[in-house]
DNA sequence: ATCCCGAGGG
DNA sequence: CCCTCTGGAT
């Protein structure tokens, strides 16, 4: 397990490397930015604002998104992965806005979670991103950085993961360590080939160990 | 645990 | 070819 101080220098480290991370997801209000993040699940988020900007336009308000058959929307996002279910869940989401929001995407991450095709990660990410409210949403990213460094335990949970990170960081830092912890695994700690030989927290991380070591065999 | 599901990188 | 991408519903 990582000590306090060492938690501390990832922190410091994630803000030295990227001091404005931030959501990267284009929107220009509350809407548009729960449809993005309904179609970011395993998309990535360049894929998405390929799509949205003519997508917006098209579609302004939630009786847009009603009124429109499924095919056409289906058409629409077509290019990102799993369209059937998220126009599916698009259209849904916007009735229940309308019928039970008045028209109006609600605030609390309970109410996000209701809506069709928001789970707990997106109702965070929408919640901390358009309405202000500290959250740690936990994506693919954020866990696999989370468990590589240590900071959590391998077999953990994605909701174990969140309360961990709850718990480490100060709750008025929760909001932009998670944007940093996203831009660290997008552009440095990737999936496939993390930056270990570059990376200023090797020498903590269970992970970066690991395969520096197998590296060094191979030579 | 499994399905959904196209685009992009290696 | 295989893996991954700001997951959610069943």
Redesign the pocket.
């Given at each position: 397990m990582l000590t306090k101080d060492e938690l501390s220098r990832i922190r410091n480290t994630w803000a030295e490397m990227f001091p404005d991370a931030?959501?990267?997801?284009t929107h220009r209000n509350p809407l548009e930015l729960t449809v993005a993040?309904?179609l970011?699940?395993?998309?990535?988020?360049?894929?998405v604002n390929?799509v949205t900007p003519a997508l917006f336009e098209k579609y302004q308000t939630p009786e847009d998104y009603v009124q429109v058959s499924l095919e056409q929307l289906e058409q629409d996002i077509?290019?990102?992965?799993?369209?059937?279910?998220k126009a599916k869940?698009i259209k849904k989401l916007a009735q229940s806005v309308i019928e039970e929001y008045d028209g109006e995407i609600p605030r609390s991450k309970e109410d996000l979670?209701k809506?069709?095709?928001?789970?707990?990660?997106?109702?965070n990410?929408v919640a901390s991103?358009a309405f202000d409210e500290p959250a740690i949403?936990v994506?693919?990213?954020?866990e696999?950085v989370s468990k590589r460094l240590g900071i959590c335990r391998w077999k953990d949970s994605v909701l174990q993961v969140e309360k961990t990170l709850m718990k480490k960081i100060p709750k008025d830092e929760w909001s932009v360590t998670?944007?940093r912890m996203?831009f660290f695994?997008?552009y440095h700690c990737?999936?496939?080939?993390p930056k270990c030989a570059e990376c200023p927290l090797v020498d903590i991380c269970r992970e970066g160990k690991k395969r520096m070591k197998k590296q060094g065999r191979q030579d």
């Open positions: 931030q959501c990267e997801l993040v309904v970011s699940a395993q998309a990535t988020d360049a894929l390929k077509r290019s990102i992965g799993l369209f059937r279910s869940n979670e809506l069709a095709g928001v789970g707990r990660k997106t109702a990410v991103v949403a994506d693919t990213h954020v696999r998670h944007h996203i695994g997008r990737k999936a496939q080939s």
